[in-house]
């Protein structure tokens, strides 16, 4: 069974930083494109950004150059550096196989900015 836990969301202000993790299980995250999206109430889920096997990376415009995407084969995780908050950025975030899979979705994790 696979499943995907992330973790480390929470309370931030303006510019502040957050790192969430993707715990992985049942899926081995070194042969997949993994992905983090997010959810903002009342909008669609948006990507964010993906990491591919061999390390290439990929952004959404609204978070280039704030937020970085890695992994750890070893330890099957994935992660999400969020630099420089913005009031925009307070949403569910969740990670995925990228293109994310209907049934990888979890609970996601809850990033709220406000000061």
């Not at 990491?51 to 995780?77: C, E, L, P, Q």
């Not at 550096?81 to 979705?105: F, G, I, K, S």
Request: charged share 15%.
């Amino acid at each position: 069974q696979v499943q995907l836990v992330e973790s480390g969301g929470g309370l931030v202000q303006p510019g502040g930083s957050l790192k969430l993790s993707c715990a992985v299980s049942g899926l081995t995250v070194s042969t997949y494109m993994m992905g983090w999206f997010r959810q903002a109430p009342g909008k669609q889920r948006e990507f964010v950004a993906a990491t591919h096997w061999n390390t290439d990376t990929r952004y959404a415009d609204s978070v280039k150059g704030r937020f970085i995407i890695s992994r750890d084969n070893a330890k099957n995780m994935v992660y999400l550096q969020m630099n420089n908050l913005r009031p925009a950025d307070p949403a569910v975030y969740y990670c995925n196989a990228a293109p994310p899979r209907t049934e990888l979705w979890g609970q996601g994790t809850q990033v709220t900015v406000s000061s």
